[in-house]
T-cell receptor, first 111, second 113 residues
Framework: EAGVAQSPRYKIIEKRQSVAFWCNPISGHATLYWYQQILGQGPKLLIQFQNNGVVDDSQLPKDRFSAERLKGVDSTLKIQPAKLEDSAVYLC?????????FGPGTRLLVL | DQQVKQNSPSLSVQEGRISILNCDYTNSMFDYFLWYKKYPAEGPTFLISISSIKDKNEDGRFTVFLNKSAKHLSLHIVPSQPGDSAVYFCAASRGGSQGNLIFGKGTKLSVKP
């Protein structure tokens, strides 16, 4: 079974630029999550989708972050404009009723 | 305010000995607890979980204990192996396995040959 795929794996941008991350969940998984992990911290949920509907986006900074899951499969997370404090690993995860399975993450560095 | 706390940033044990990783939580509404293992440059990998209706769950060398009155859980690894060296994250949820996972900061385990 293929795992959660994410791209790109690494991204370096300057502050005020925009960036987008892509996630392809495990086939058949209805629930998809985006987590942000800042260095030295545990992952923090940004947004949770059930199929193509948002279940929880209470911790998503909506003035600069947006996410969508069209057709209830792939998802993209966008940051516009990026700030220095957005430097982190962005983890996508998916589940089908059991625990979430995580992808390898995208490491973002904002200079 | 941290709802899930892992107070030991690191732990070092000898191969073959027991590793005990601890986790405390503050929210009595949490009903599901998980442990994830993370290697560098990889995403977290699920290890073991426990529901709040249980006080122990075992899977091979890994056992998780839950003490609800103390709001404390621990992960025991017996015997420890060098391949167990990784960062271990404790996580808790209010909505079962599908809920928002609240993670601790992690404990880096080093198992020395």
């Amino acid at each position: 079974e293929a795992g959660v795929a994410q791209s790109p794996r690494y991204k370096i941008i300057e502050k005020r630029q925009s960036v987008a991350f892509w996630c392809n969940p495990i086939s058949g998984h209805a629930t998809l999550y985006w987590y942000q992990q800042i260095l030295g911290q545990g992952p923090k949920l940004l947004i949770q989708f059930q199929n193509n509907g948002v279940v929880d986006d209470s911790q998503l900074p909506k003035d600069r972050f947006s996410a969508e899951r069209l057709k209830g499969v792939d998802s993209t997370l966008k940051i516009q404009p990026a700030k220095l404090e957005d430097s982190a690993v962005y983890l996508c995860a998916s589940s089908s009723g059991a625990h979430p399975y995580f992808g390898p993450g995208t490491r973002l560095l904002v200079l | 305010d941290q709802q899930v706390k892992q107070n030991s940033p690191s732990l070092s044990v000898q191969e073959g000995r027991i590793s005990i990783l601890n986790c405390d939580y503050t929210n009595s509404m949490f009903d599901y607890f998980l442990w994830y293992k993370k290697y560098p440059a990889e995403g977290p990998t699920f290890l073991i979980s426990i529901s709040s209706i249980k006080d122990k769950n075992e899977d091979g060398r890994f056992t998780v204990f839950l003490n609800k009155s103390a709001k404390h859980l621990s992960l025991h690894i017996v015997p420890s192996q060098p391949g167990d060296s990784a960062v271990y994250f404790c996580a808790a949820s209010r909505g079962g396995s599908q809920g928002n996972l609240i993670f601790g900061k992690g404990t880096k385990l080093s198992v020395k040959p």
